[in-house]
């Protein structure tokens, strides 16, 4: 079993950032890709962010390619971060980590708990 922790959701104005950090404690992910998903009121939960373990390959879906977030990750540390920056009203979401053993981010394992991002205008 993996666990996924979230944190560093919050409420941030318009413009603002945030670095989300998802914690993999005691265990290595290797071969695992990860991935930041957001769900919003209302919509259905999409990718925002994919990673594979070691952090050498990430991938954004044509929908968040901006460069406003970047995702990346520090497998010393067993952690995986979202860096959001110019965060907009429609950022507003719950963010999740997700990890897949198949490395496959069209079919999740495991997910976090979920962290709660609100942008004010």
């Known amino acids: 079993q993996v666990q996924l922790v979230e944190s560093g959701g919050g409420l941030v104005q318009t413009g603002g950032s945030l670095r989300l950090v998802c914690a993999a404690p005691g265990r290595a992910l290797s071969n695992y890709a990860m991935g930041w998903f957001r769900q919003a009121p209302g919509k259905e939960r999409e990718l925002v962010a994919g990673?594979?373990?070691?952090?050498?390959?990430?991938?954004y879906p044509s929908s968040m390619k901006g460069g406003r977030f970047t995702i990346s990750s520090d497998s010393a540390k067993n952690m995986i971060y979202l860096q959001m920056n110019n965060l907009q009203p429609e950022d507003t979401a719950v963010y999740y980590c997700?990890?897949?053993?198949?490395?496959?981010?069209?079919?999740?394992?495991?997910w976090g708990q979920g962290t709660r991002v609100t942008v004010t205008s």
């Open positions: 990673i594979n373990w070691s952090g050498d390959n990430t991938y």
């Open positions: 997700a990890a897949s053993e198949a490395g496959l981010l069209q079919k999740i394992d495991y």
